[in-house]
Antibody, heavy 121, light 107 residues
């Protein structure tokens, strides 16, 4: 069955960076874009960007340009999202989700379980 | 950016009630709209895509309609497991944007 399994919770200090992983299984990793979405406590969903696992190309939301980097390692079917210069406003649950590369544009049909990133001094 | 506006922000309903949630896009998005259900402390779950197509395994009491700028999600007979927050999302263009969510609570 399709699964996206994310890395565990992180606590970071302001100014630090965090790298969250998303390991895919149950499908062909290169056949689906991986998107990243975050959700601050008690808030809605905010799209951050996506990566094409086949090419490695990534597109980021303007809000995160210069601060986010999305990468992948096809040998272990894993996508990564690194966010730098963290502030308390970055405290949120970070989700990865997949989009069918063939059906683009497409919905996010499967999501990871989420990774809580807490930024606190 | 395309703004997605949901209404209401929250509602109270009873089991077996019919519930309708509206989502409006700030510009036309064709049928490129999805609905997600999120329960507390859980990841969103895809319910509907292309405005009206149910994901595999989603109960038939859920339905979606609309195109262009006006969309609706209807739950024909609310069940206890349906109490959750629902989000619409446009995937017509980047950045992908979500509505602010509609929380469905027990009356």
């Amino acid at each position: 069955q399709v699964q996206l399994v994310q890395s565990g919770a992180e606590v970071k200090k302001p100014g630090a960076s965090v790298k969250v992983s998303c390991k895919a299984s149950g499908y062909t990793f290169s056949g689906y874009h991986v998107h990243w979405v975050r959700q601050a406590p008690g808030q809605g969903l905010e799209w951050m960007g996506w990566i094409n696992p086949k090419s490695g190309g990534a597109t980021y939301a303007q809000k995160f340009q210069g601060r986010v980097t999305m990468t992948r390692d096809t040998s272990i079917s894993t996508a990564y999202m690194e966010l730098s210069r963290l502030t308390s406003d970055d405290t949120a649950v970070y989700y990865c989700a997949r989009e069918d590369l063939v059906a683009v544009p497409a919905e996010f049909d499967y999501w990871g379980q989420g990774t809580l990133v807490t930024v606190s001094s | 950016d395309i703004q997605m506006t949901q209404s209401p922000s929250s509602l109270s309903a009873s089991v077996r009630d019919r519930v309708t949630i509206t989502c409006r896009a700030s510009q036309g998005i064709g049928i490129w709209l999805a609905w997600y259900q999120q329960k507390p402390e859980k990841a969103p779950k895809s319910l509907i895509y292309a405005a009206s197509t149910l994901q595999s395994g989603v109960p038939s009491r859920f339905s979606g309609s609309g195109s262009g700028t006006h969309f609706t999600l209807t739950i024909s007979s609310l069940q206890p497991e349906d109490f959750a927050t629902y989000y619409c999302q446009q995937y017509s263009s980047y950045p992908r944007t979500f509505g602010q969510g509609t929380k469905v609570e027990i009356k």
